[in-house]
């Protein structure tokens, strides 16, 4: 099966526990400050997408809609069909919009940017960090 990279990276987020799916525990990973990208299936409620897209703005959090159905979603996350989904790790994050920008560019460009930026800043705080700590 040729899945889609965008989907295998989110099947490794699930694997390492670096996901939220659903939209009380996205809303609870936002609150928390964890989620880093949160988004909607093509075929979420407008209330759920409104709803994910408040809590990410809330959470310092980038949303977007993905070109995936809830189906497709849920295939890949175990979980029945979720209308959202939030991913916990910068760079699986970053990882995951870098992919959709090479379908559709001027959708995904302005968050897919942002979040490498935040990806690559949170390397450097962690080369630093260890460096201190080696001292």
Known sequence: MNQDKNLQILG???KAGL??????????????????LVFSATDASESASRRARMNA?????????????KFE?????????????????AGLAAGF?????????EKYGGAAEKLAEE???????RKHTSRRTAK
Request: hydrophobic share 40%; aromatic share 2%; glycine share 16%.
């Open 73 to 89: 979603l849920g295939n890949i996350t175990g979980r029945g069909s979720p209308g959202t989904v939030a991913i916990l790790d």
């Open 119 to 125: 990806a690559r800043n949170l390397t450097e705080k």
């Open 19 to 36: 996901i939220a799916v659903g939209g009380d525990a996205v809303g609870d990973a936002t609150r928390m400050g964890k989620a880093k």
């Open 12 to 14: 490794i987020a699930r």
């Open 57 to 69: 703005q809330a959470g310092g959090a980038i949303y977007v809609t993905v070109p995936y159905a």
């Open 97 to 105: 919009l870098k992919g959709l920008v090479e379908k559709e560019p």
